[in-house]
């Protein structure tokens, strides 16, 4: 009847944690995952993620199909900015550690959720690309890979159309999804037209 998952078989507790885990870990999927993921976010009466578990939060968004959301559930991180803190803390203040490493979990997510940018096998030597832009409409970034440097850099425009340009190492392949489209990646630059409408997507 809530679209949740219960901590406990006697259903008298519920968290974001135990359903975030029950999208993490395949026990829901498909438009249920997405019913619970949005019930998850919206339920202020569920034990609520601190910082640190917020990484698992936000990829339980990015598994159930509603990436697009990342960049809207990022207000525990604004609210620290407004604070005037200079690095992450550890949980909402009361806080007991201004400097905790799980806190910097966004810098991860801009590039996997955000870009897009995944391994796809054992060693990256396949990388998936699939982007959840949200609202903005240009975004860029390179990261580290064993055999040089992965980049993606997105422009659109109002329509909601424009360009993809993504750059894969030497000795990799890879896969590009926008919009439910999957297009095969090869290694160096490659330029892809974007179009909400999936028909349109193309290699250019």
């Avoid at 578990?53 to 407004?82: P, T, V």
Wanted: include cysteine; proline fraction near 5%.
């Amino acid at each position: 009847a809530r679209n949740l998952f219960a901590d406990t078989q006697d259903h008298r507790g519920y968290s974001q944690h135990v359903n975030a885990l029950a999208i993490l870990t395949g026990v829901t999927k498909g438009e249920e995952a997405v019913k619970v993921m949005n019930q998850t976010l919206a339920d202020t009466s569920l034990i609520q993620c601190t910082i640190y578990f917020r990484y698992y939060l936000n990829q339980a968004l990015k598994a159930s199909g509603l990436g697009d959301q990342f960049l809207d559930n990022l207000q525990i991180w604004r609210d620290q900015m407004a604070l005037g803190l200079t690095t992450w803390a550890e949980m909402p203040e009361p806080s007991r550690s201004d400097c905790h490493a799980w806190g910097a979990s966004p810098n991860i997510e801009f590039y996997r959720i955000l870009l897009g940018i995944d391994s796809d096998a054992p060693g990256f030597r396949k990388i998936r690309i699939a982007p959840s832009l949200g609202k903005l409409k240009e975004v860029s970034g390179t990261i580290p890979h064993p055999l040089g440097s992965v980049t993606a850099a997105y422009k659109l425009d109002e329509r909601g159309e424009g360009t993809a340009r993504l750059v894969l190492p030497e000795g990799t392949t890879g896969i590009f999804i926008w919009d439910g489209k999957e297009i095969p990646l090869k290694p160096g630059e490659q330029v892809i037209s974007l179009s909400l409408r999936p028909e349109v997507t193309k290699r250019v």
